[in-house]
């Protein structure tokens, strides 16, 4: 990434305003700099001066909120493999023992809503906080967030941060890890496209964060053998409506909020989509602002909303 004496550029592949919000660029914005709009369309800066003040500016933005490229593509092996070992057969496995050890509907609809609300706080915290840093947590509710991660087993934290990062910089490009185009299938199952690596940020590198990375797949292990000394149930149900429908979930809202008529571009839609699958209903307007909880609406009334107003001890 640089900047030269008279233009302003950038040598990879990245949308500015994914990591340069307005309220970021006004704040901190000299008198004589472009404004906003022509800013995040590369204008041509004619004073080195102004040049020199705008580089620091986005060098500033670059490490706070986002990254630095380090490695070359990088190409997902496997996949379909590791789809049906780790996600499609312990869920039939699950789901039949499940139906052999039956209780009672009560007994499962309770699992299932508490599952919906794991779920719910999966994303808030995997999407919202660790990938786009929409929030800070109240500090009692930062060891239920990074608990609640080791909840599901699909995949280790930061692995999907770095691939979402990849994801926001590199939208519906050939370095787009899961471009629509590709289809719900593979989307689901893979190949992917090629994704490139990032360093992380101040807050990723904290040690609460990385010892759950480091040591996730124990910890859901752990997890698994303490909920199964509660209630056998609850690993069986998991199995199928943790793992797999989060897998499966995360796919959907690719395929759908990129428009699943291959236009490829984020679309807007309804914001039940929010209660009921626990994504971003408003998806172009988090590519628009994705460091913005509310996605720059003043006023909003979906579940993660107030949510996160409850968790965050600083929203942005």
């Known amino acids: ?54 580089k620091n500016f986005v060098e500033l933005m670059y490490k706070k909120h986002l990254t630095k490229q380090i490695e ?29 050890n039956f209780t009672s509907w009560t007994n499962f609809f309770c699992i299932l809503l508490v599952f919906w609300f794991v779920n719910l706080l999966h994303n808030v915290t995997l999407h919202r906080w660790l990938s786009h840093e929409q929030f800070e947590p109240k500090w009692y509710f930062r ?18 941060v770095v691939r979402h990062k990849s994801h926001h910089f590199n939208t519906d490009t050939e370095f787009d890890p899961y471009p629509p185009s590709i289809g719900f299938w593979r989307l ?40 199964f000394l509660v209630d056998p149930n609850i690993v069986f149900l998991s199995f199928a409506f943790l793992k797999l429908y989060t897998c499966v979930n995360n796919a959907i809202q690719n395929w759908m909020l990129h428009g699943s008529d291959r236009n490829g571009q984020p679309s807007n839609i309804s914001v039940l ?27 909003r009334s979906d579940p993660v909303y107030f949510l996160i107003r409850f968790l965050a001890k600083k929203v942005k």
């Open 1 to 54: 990434m640089g900047i030269t004496p008279t233009y302003f550029i950038i040598l990879n592949p990245i949308n500015l305003k994914e990591f340069v919000s307005k309220e970021d660029y006004e704040i901190f914005a000299g008198t004589e700099w472009p404004s906003y709009e022509e800013f995040v369309q590369n204008t041509k800066i004619k004073k080195s001066s102004i040049a020199a003040e705008i």
């Open 72 to 100: 070359e593509p990088k190409k997902t092996k496997n996949v379909f493999f590791n789809f049906l070992v780790s996600l499609a057969i312990p869920a039939i496995i699950g789901l039949s023992l499940f139906a052999f």
């Open 188 to 227: 689901l199952v893979g190949p992917h496209q090629s994704h490139r690596d990032y360093q992380l940020t101040t807050e990723l590198q904290q040690k609460d964060i990385q010892f759950v990375d480091k040591y996730y797949y124990w910890l859901y292990t752990a997890n698994l053998i303490v909920f």
């Open 273 to 299: 989509y929010e209660f009921l699958f626990s994504g971003d209903g408003l998806h172009k307007n988090h590519h628009e602002k994705p460091f913005a909880f509310n996605y720059g609406f003043k006023e």
């Open 143 to 160: 060891p239920l967030l990074l608990w609640n991660l080791t909840l599901v087993g699909c995949w280790q934290p930061l692995e999907w």
